[in-house]
């Protein structure tokens, strides 16, 4: 082979490799959008919300994730604010009594128990410390769920479980949070 050709292979294996590596993630991942708008922003500046208000424990301690409707009419039965999407919810949702189907970001795998109450509550882990700044947020992100696993693609990373637990001294083990 000479150096042309070299050169020519090495540079079509570096673009398939660098198309391949851009495109495999939006071949995989299929895109849901959020069924309205929501900013996060606005219930925690202007309302004065903390995330427990809306994102509530059950009974048992597990987390109950994303707020039921009845949450969100509490405070919207009617407009509060002159924003066209708040209007579009009451009338399209809280009016009719109709969940929004809002498609979760961040799910864990079946096989994975994760414990909101025990890193909150004993642990006082801020939410911020897994969701990132959420509450300074004007929209709510697309969610992306893998084609083949079904999760999205928020999932933390067990890494990123150890090395916190690493940085608070704790001990843990497979079965602590494995199924």
């Known amino acids: 082979m000479t150096i042309r050709g070299e050169v020519f292979f090495l540079t079509g294996l570096a673009a398939a490799l660098a198309a391949g590596w851009a495109g495999l993630p939006r071949a995989l991942d299929r895109r849901i959008p959020q069924p309205m708008e929501f900013s996060h922003k606005v219930h925690a500046e202007k309302a004065g ?36 999407a708040e209007k579009k919810f009451i009338a399209e949702y809280v009016t009719p009594g109709r969940e929004p189907r809002w498609a979760a970001e961040s799910a864990q795998p079946e096989n994975v128990y994760f414990s909101h109450i025990t890193h909150v509550k004993r642990g006082k882990v801020k939410c ?52």
């Open 49 to 84: 919300q903390s995330c427990e208000d809306c994102h509530r424990f059950r009974a048992d301690g597990s987390f109950a994730g994303i707020p039921p409707l009845d949450r969100c009419a509490g405070c919207h039965a009617a407009p509060m604010g002159a924003t066209a």
């Open 128 to 179: 911020e410390s897994c969701h990132g700044n959420v509450g300074s947020s004007n929209a709510l992100p697309p969610v992306y769920v893998d084609r083949i696993s079904g999760y999205s693609g928020k999932v933390m990373s067990m890494d990123a479980c150890v090395e916190c637990h690493r940085q608070r001294g704790l001990e843990f083990s497979c079965l602590g949070c494995h199924k």
